[in-house]
């Protein structure tokens, strides 16, 4: 046996590390934490100091038995867990967790996964840091008080099964606030001044600018006519040196941010990507807000730049972190060979790579140089000056290996040529110029630009709310709780004018353009904007950027040991809790609901807002004799900014349409969308596609297709097979089973015995599934993955202790279990599940309040 056991998170850094250590070691992964706050009642107790109950979940008790076993054996314990404060909790909990002892257990930590790296971390080891352990409890328990209280408040106030988080909130608080803004926004027009010149000489034309900006189309055309007699001159030429320097190392926001701009990952997708490279010994640790590099990687990246491209493309620098919150993080990151300029594997990994070493060495190397040149362009007939200018690099520098990518939509002329670096042709003062043409084009003012997952991350670090680690996660939240979606959304027609001058001619055209047009754009969703406003009219500090941003400075602190933690939670919890108690007995129901107008065919109010199903519109009151009438809104379609006439069309669904074959044909919107109903049979319309201008033609059409679709592609047991994809990818269906079929099969060619193994492993997984099953009451006993548990309608619940023997259910026990005690189990986690329906059904916060 190994004298020595040491403990990571990942699998896959335990196989690269337990290469570069000798036979002594054994190296073995925790994969990740090991234990959790419990989800009881009892989870964390307000009155004694904030004093946490943890758990084992069920798919790590294998791993604690087994680490529990070596860690006995072993002489010596090597917690290696990550350099940040979760990685510090990690270490905390396998110390309590196996029951180690503190004189033969060793805590390290290293920022690359390198054979240097390690030996020198075996021999600097350290104990235990409390202080990023305590950081780390403080948001685990903060988080948890605020989202075990809030979300009750949101079931009773807002929609049943809705939750709030303390940095998630302020995330779609954000997002909220720029739609708002958006919708608000009212362009305004202005005409731009844009001329070509000729020197005269054969193809030495160049473009200019008015710098002045003609409100009205009387004065922009006023100009174009002074111009028709005009002589151009140039006033003045002034060139000069200009210099751009490369962008520092990736940190993890801004790693985030560029992979967005230039790969079009998503923020979760990097980092899964980046944890991976990590892992593997490619790179350094991905979770930092320091922009430092270390000595040895500094002298490694001036090594690789002196000998790949010159030492004239060498220049060091040593960045800082200008970020105050910086936290405990050590290096930016980087390549962890930079003589290594590219990796084979997985596309993406490669792709990130290749981001990270270009970022990296450009960052070492030297300015790029250039020669600006500004011409100023005389008008005889009028004072204004055209300007135009000129950039031509003389040494490309960083520029080389790497240009730094914005999140500004750059604007590209009428002829396609953007607005910087063009080159000049030989000019000098006093020159006379010819003007090919001259153009007024109508431009409008732009709303501000919505975010994208890079732009939300740079704005949550600027305001200081979050940190490396919690960025990916919080995005994924929102959209995951669906009050944020990431989609593309088609823009709408616009005309404009153009007025040319050309030839002493004056020409007006009117063009269209497409505006408004997103792609990968993060938009608030109706339920988001509602809780958004009830928790901004309630509970002002969790959504408050100044609050939010100082809790993150007080875990900074307990980081650095300067405050106690249960002390800042102190402080926090008792005015959060008086909160939640006064807006639970005063607050009004919230819906978002907004009055439209008046329904002409009734005479009744017609009211938009959020149901209990989504979005809707209400034609009448609900507290009259007379039921309102209700109709869902359509996915493009917001309780924000829907008109009284797109309301009242709503109410032409369901559409009846002539009968096909003879089967009733109906256009309807349902929970998931709009559908083609076909006799029994319902057809979601394609994506974007509007149910009301569905015509009995284009019904017809999407019936047959999916005839075509459901056709039987082969039979089974005298059932047939039919092939489909859905929301979880593609399927086939056999006897009213649906089975998904995995991305090792070639779904467009699958043959008889493929199918016949597709559908024997799902009956035979079907076989076992169930333990005992009340259908006419949703409820059954089902084996899972990680043990048996109960199916309460979609709702997964735990087994818990059988209470007469406090031991777990035995399957004897199970299979004989009664209906009644089943319910009994069901209701100590859902008090009112049974209660009649029109109650709002709450759960139980998992906070112990005595």
């Known amino acids: 046996m190994a004298k020595n056991l040491l403990i990571v998170e990942s699998p896959a850094k335990a196989k690269t590390i337990e290469g570069y250590l000798g036979k002594d070691f054994l190296v073995k992964s925790s994969y990740g934490h090991i234990r959790d706050l419990v989800k009881t009642d009892d989870a964390i107790d307000i009155n004694n100091n904030f004093d946490q109950k943890y758990e084992v979940p069920a798919d790590k008790k294998a791993v604690v038995a087994e680490l529990k076993k070596l860690a006995k054996e072993a002489e010596t314990v090597w917690l290696a867990s990550d350099e940040d404060r979760e990685g510090e909790a990690i270490s905390w909990h396998l110390f309590e967790t196996l029951g180690l002892k503190e004189d033969k257990t060793k805590r390290i930590v290293f920022h690359e996964i390198t054979k240097p790296a390690i030996l020198k971390a075996i021999e600097s080891p350290r104990k235990i840091d409390y202080n990023l352990v305590h950081a780390q409890q403080a948001r685990r328990v903060l988080d948890r008080l605020v989202g075990f209280e809030l979300s009750p408040v949101l079931w009773k106030k807002v929609k049943p099964s809705l939750s709030a988080g303390r940095v998630q909130s302020v995330a779609v608080r954000l997002i909220v606030d720029r739609e708002r803004e958006i919708n608000v926004f009212k362009p305004t027009a202005a005409y731009k001044i844009v001329a070509i010149f000729s020197t005269g000489k054969a193809k030495e034309l160049f473009r200019a600018e008015l710098p002045e900006r003609y409100d009205t189309e009387a004065e922009a055309t006023k100009f174009l006519e ?68 270390s000595e040895t990687a500094l002298n490694a990246a001036a090594a690789e730049i002196n000998s790949a491209y010159g030492a004239r493309y060498f220049e060091q620098r040593k960045f800082k972190t200008k970020s105050a919150g910086a936290q405990e993080a050590h290096e930016a990151i980087r390549p962890t060979y930079f003589e290594q300029h590219t990796i084979s594997g997985d596309a993406s990994e490669v792709r990130l790579y290749d981001l990270i070493w270009k970022r990296a060495i450009a960052s070492q ?9 500004t011409a100023k362009i005389g008008i005889s007939t009028r004072k204004e000056n055209f300007v135009a200018n000129g950039e031509v690099m003389k040494f490309d520098g960083f520029l080389k290996v790497y240009m730094e990518s914005t999140d500004e939509e750059t604007e590209v002329h009428l002829d396609g040529e953007e607005t910087d670096n063009a080159i000049l042709p030989p000019l000098s003062k006093g020159q006379s110029l010819q003007a090919q043409e001259i153009k007024a084009t ?6 501000p630009a919505r975010y994208t997952e890079a732009s939300l991350v740079k704005k949550l670090e600027e305001l200081g709310i979050g940190r490396p680690s919690t960025y990916a996660p919080t995005i994924s939240t929102v959209q995951n709780r669906g009050y944020v979606v990431k989609e593309d ?32 754009k993060l938009f608030p969703t109706d339920i988001g904007a509602v809780v958004n406003d009830f928790l901004v009219q309630h509970f002002k500090g969790i959504v408050d950027f100044h609050f939010t941003a100082t809790v993150e400075k007080q875990f900074d602190e307990i980081a650095q040991g300067l405050t106690e933690w249960t002390e800042m939670i102190k402080s926090f919890y008792s005015p959060f809790h008086t909160e939640v ?58 309780i924000s900014s829907i008109t009284l006439e797109e309301a009242l069309e709503l109410f032409k669904l369901p559409m009846k349409l002539a009968d096909y074959e003879d089967k009733e044909v109906i256009i309807g919107v349902g ?34 297709q999916k005839i075509e679709v459901d056709a039987p592609v082969a039979e089974y047991k005298g059932h047939p097979v039919t092939k489909g994809k859905g929301r979880f990818g593609p399927f086939i269906k056999w006897n009213d089973l649906f089975i998904n079929v995995p991305a090792r099969y070639n779904f467009d060619n699958l043959n008889q015995a493929e199918i016949e193994e597709l559908i024997d492993k799902k009956l035979e997984k079907e076989a076992g599934r169930f333990i005992q099953q009340w259908e006419t009451e949703k409820i059954a006993i089902e084996n899972g993955r990680w043990g048996p548990f109960i199916r309460f309608g979609k709702q997964m619940l735990k087994l818990g202790k059988n209470p007469a023997t406090n031991q777990k259910f035995t399957p004897e026990e199970l299979a004989v279990l009664p209906l009644d005690e089943v319910k009994k189990l ?21 906070v112990k309040k005595k």
């Open 671 to 704: 929970r998931f969308g709009p559908y083609v109903k076909w006799g029994e049979a319902f057809i979601s319309l394609p994506k974007n596609e509007d149910p009301l201008s569905v015509t009995q033609e284009r019904a017809v059409e999407i019936i047959k």
């Open 365 to 373: 190397m030297s300015e790029a140089q250039f020669e600006k040149t």
């Open 581 to 638: 108690e006064n807006t639970i007995q005063t607050a009004d129901r919230a819906s978002g609901e907004r009055l439209l107008g008046v329904d002409p065919a009734s005479g009744k109010n017609v009211y938009t807002k959020v149901g209990k199903f989504g979005p809707l519109v209400q034609i009448g009151e609900v507290d009259n004799e007379e039921k309102p009438r209700y109709a869902s809104l359509l996915k493009a379609q917001s």
């Open 826 to 846: 069901i209701t100590e986690q859902i008090p009112d599940a049974f209660e009649p329906k029109g109650k709002n059904k709450t759960k139980k916060a998992a």
């Open 442 to 447: 109508e431009r409008f003012s732009r709303p």
């Open 489 to 520: 959304r088609d823009g709408k027609s616009r005309s404009f004018c153009v007025f040319t001058l050309a030839n002493g001619n004056l020409k007006k055209e009117t063009k269209t353009e497409i505006t408004g047009a997103e792609k990968s």
């Open 226 to 293: 002074d111009c028709i007699s005009a002589s151009y001159t140039i006033n003045s030429l002034e060139t000069r040196p200009t210099k751009r320097s490369p962008a520092p190392p990736f940190t993890t926001s801004t790693l985030q941010q560029e992979a967005s701009r230039k790969l079009g990952f998503s923020v979760s997708r990097t980092m899964t990507v980046a944890q991976k490279l990590y892992e593997s010994g490619k790179i350094t640790y991905m979770r930092t807000d320091s922009v430092n590099l």
